[in-house]
């Protein structure tokens, strides 16, 4: 007989403290991701589950449904489309009963909140909260000047900036520290010299990507900076960023610049 109870979830959380307070009890929670699914990825795992369409004509009807979508978005209309409702809003500031939109001081923005379905669903999550981890250099965007893509492409020879939590880099004689990229399959490392490294700061770095071969890469930091100038921590702490970056067309076939989250 089927069950009419809702299908049980749960996630994976690490804590980690909260640099906004002084409280030394005080963290914040960040949920561990699993994966990171495209739109092709979705219609795969659902042309292999209980669809009866195939992936081919899953993503055809939602390239269909995306394009009135914008379309829809774009004349003022409030769309809801996946998992959200979407509307436009304008940003700043309008002086006087007669001021124009100016690109120079407003902007057109995208305004999304989840269905209400969704709403309903997220209560229904657990969170399982793991083990805390402590002043671990964080990277949290990086940007490639060649493309100006971020958290995607990235070009051999080109320089990356990123931004972070400490991500300056810092260790003693002997250490192994630094930036490394570790190509996804194979855990193969490349590290970046320290002479390739133009910007050194607790929240900001920028260096030349080395020769890289066409493929997916992660991007790991190893430090024993640990917010404080004068002391080094105890041991280097490695840290990797999430998104998968993609040097080529990705070591196959066709082109995929989406960033994953593993």
Known sequence: ???????????VATLVANMLTE????????????ASRSIEDLCNIAASGKSKFSASE???????????????????????FGLTNNSLGIDGSFIGPKAKFDPAKNNVTL????????????????????????????????????????????????????EGKRVKIAGTEGST???????EGDDTETAVPMTAV???????FSFIIPSLADGK???????QYGNNRQTLLK????????????VGNGGGSGEDDRPVIE
């Open 1 to 11: 007989m089927a069950s009419n109870e809702p299908k049980k979830r749960s996630i």
């Open 23 to 34: 409280r030394e009890d005080d963290f914040t929670a960040n949920v561990t991701y699993v």
């Open 58 to 80: 899953l993503l055809a009807a939602h390239n269909d449904l995306k394009a009135t979508a914008k379309e829809e978005l774009y004349s003022g209309s409030t769309v809801e």
């Open 111 to 162: 305004r999304s909140t989840p269905i209400k379905e969704v709403k309903e669903d997220m209560k229904g999550i657990s969170v399982i909260v793991g083990e805390v981890v402590e002043g671990l250099p964080t990277i949290t965007k990086v940007t490639d000047i060649f493309t100006g893509e971020v958290n995607g492409k990235i070009t051999p020879g080109n320089t990356l900036n990123g």
């Open 177 to 183: 520290v630094g930036f490394f990229f570790v190509k």
């Open 198 to 204: 133009s910007r050194n700061d607790p929240s900001y």
């Open 217 to 223: 890469y992660y991007l790991e930091i190893a430090s």
């Open 235 to 246: 041991e280097v702490r490695r840290n990797r960023f999430p998104y998968l970056l993609t």
